[in-house]
């Protein structure tokens, strides 16, 4: 029944093409449209054995051609020595890479140290114990000193210890722009005998003492005393033997000149805790003296709004 | 689509074990150097197709999923390495005719004597007319007759459908036979 129907629908040309493929390649339905044309039409069976015979000769043909030759016996030994060649240079191409990333890594880590190293904040607070070469009271009785009772407990931490790196500006300041008229003075980095090195620190082989950042001194809310004027602690180091004084004047404005306390019991030299008392803001010139010896430096005097 | 042995075997040599890259290489370089050699038509560098597809297939035997028969699959890699050689070689020969027609002096390419000799031996015609197919249709004819793949197999070796197959067999034939008519 079906086989009849295919009959009919099968073209020439569509045997043909069928034909071509070779009978084994063809789906069931169309090896049974192909035999149903090929039953009635002597044409397409004659056509069907040419294509037979070519299709066999071409396989033929080929077959003899070539097999007549054979691939290298040596081929197996050839591909072994190229797979280890490849695999080799993988392992050296791998090995080089992580060098070279290991090397990139350490060269990054370096850098970053550096840099941080470089623009690290300068610490707020003392770090470390300080070797006094005097004889001192207890820290708890340093702001019970005579003049020294305006400065609060700002005293404490500079009396128990240790070199005074000065603070980095408060958050909250808002400082005044250092007028180009008033020459700050920037630390020198000359560190006093028995100190840690620290950049903050200025001297002259003689005096030394510990100097704000950019030449600018904070005074914070608590700090200005009732009539105004304006206290901080200040530290001071001696390479001479004798008492140190204190004076200073401002210089771009009249003004009362600067007051200081100093107080006893630090010997005759090193380390000399004091507090300035600046008049006013503005900017100002200290001079610490002791016997013939004098460090100077200029800084720039602003009150902030924070702590 | 694999038998076990086959899986082990290419499992084996995924990891390495020489031996059985080994097994591989000599199981399959006959397949492999055939197809060669029926697509480049020159021993010596049917040698070194051959060579090159066996290494590339055990660089990326991880590539194989096991979808295709592995020989499929290797014909592939085969396929592509010939395909290489045959675009160098036809560039190469361009080259020379260049140089031919400005000196003159080259001799013309011709194959190895004993090649034409065989030839015309076997089938002079015959092969006149395989070599007178476009590339697409000499090698859906040289996989079918000689390799005897089936339909499905090719169109997967050469990326193409079954349908695209079927249509350049078809008209390869009648090209074929056209030309081998009295």
Excluded at chain 1, 164 to 185: D, E, L
Excluded at chain 1, 211 to 220: A, M, N, Q
Excluded at chain 2, 118 to 140: M, P, S, T, V, Y
């Amino acid at each position: 029944m079906s086989s009849t129907k295919v009959e009919h629908t099968l073209s020439h040309e569509q045997a043909c093409y069928y034909l071509h493929l070779g009978q084994d390649q063809l789906a069931a339905t169309e090896q049974v449209e192909l035999d149903s044309h090929l039953a009635n039409c002597p044409d397409c069976r004659r056509y069907a054995g040419e294509v037979a015979a070519l299709q066999t000769r071409l396989a033929e043909a080929m077959r003899l051609y070539y097999k007549t030759y054979q691939p290298s016996p040596d081929i197996n030994r050839q591909v072994q020595a190229r797979l280890r060649r490849k695999i080799r240079s993988r392992q050296l191409w791998r090995l080089t890479n992580s060098v070279m990333a290991a090397a990139v890594l350490l060269i990054l880590v370096v850098a970053l140290g550096w840099l941080a190293w470089r623009i690290r904040p300068l610490p707020n607070t003392p770090v470390a114990n300080i070797t006094l070469t005097a004889p001192v009271p207890a820290a708890d009785d340093w702001s019970a000193l005579p003049g020294l009772a305006i400065f609060g407990d700002q005293v404490g931490p500079l009396l128990t210890g240790t070199p005074p790196p000065r603070p980095s500006p408060a958050p909250t300041a808002t400082p005044n722009p250092i007028p180009a008229s008033c020459p700050v003075t920037l630390p020198n980095g000359n560190t006093p005998p028995g100190e840690q090195p620290s950049p903050t620190y200025h001297g002259n082989g003689l005096l030394w003492t510990a100097l704000w950042p950019d030449g600018l001194v904070l005074i914070p809310p608590q700090m200005v005393q009732p009539d105004g004027t304006l206290s901080m602690k200040w530290g001071w180091w001696r390479g001479v033997n004798g008492p140190l004084t204190i004076t200073g004047r401002r210089l771009d404005a009249p003004a009362s000149p600067l007051d200081a306390v100093i107080p006893d019991g630090y010997g005759d030299t090193g380390f000399q805790a004091g507090g300035l008392i600046f008049p006013t803001e503005g900017c100002w010139e200290v001079t610490g003296q002791v016997g013939d010896s004098t460090l100077t430096f200029v800084t720039w005097v602003v009150k902030t709004s924070g702590n | 689509m694999m038998t076990v042995d086959t899986m082990q075997l290419l499992s084996r040599c995924q990891q390495g074990d020489s031996l059985a890259i080994e097994a591989l290489v000599r199981s399959y370089t006959p397949l492999v150097y055939r197809l060669a050699l029926s697509i480049l038509d020159d021993p010596a560098e049917a040698d070194e197709a051959a060579q090159d597809a066996l290494v590339a297939a055990l660089s990326k035997l991880d590539s194989f999923r096991g979808q295709a028969k592995f020989t499929t699959w290797l014909y592939t890699i085969t396929l592509n390495v010939c395909r290489g050689r045959l675009r160098k070689r036809h560039a190469q020969a361009r080259l020379v005719g260049v140089l031919q027609s400005l000196f003159r002096f080259f001799d013309p390419i011709e194959p190895p004597p004993e090649q034409t000799t065989l030839r015309q031996e076997q089938d002079a015609a015959l092969w006149q007319a395989i070599n007178a197919l476009d590339d697409h249709r000499r090698e859906a004819v040289i996989l079918r007759y000689y390799h005897e793949l089936t339909l499905p197999e090719i169109g997967q070796v050469l990326g193409v459908s079954e349908r695209t197959i079927r249509t350049w067999l078809h008209t390869a034939h009648e090209q074929m036979r056209r030309m081998l008519e009295p």
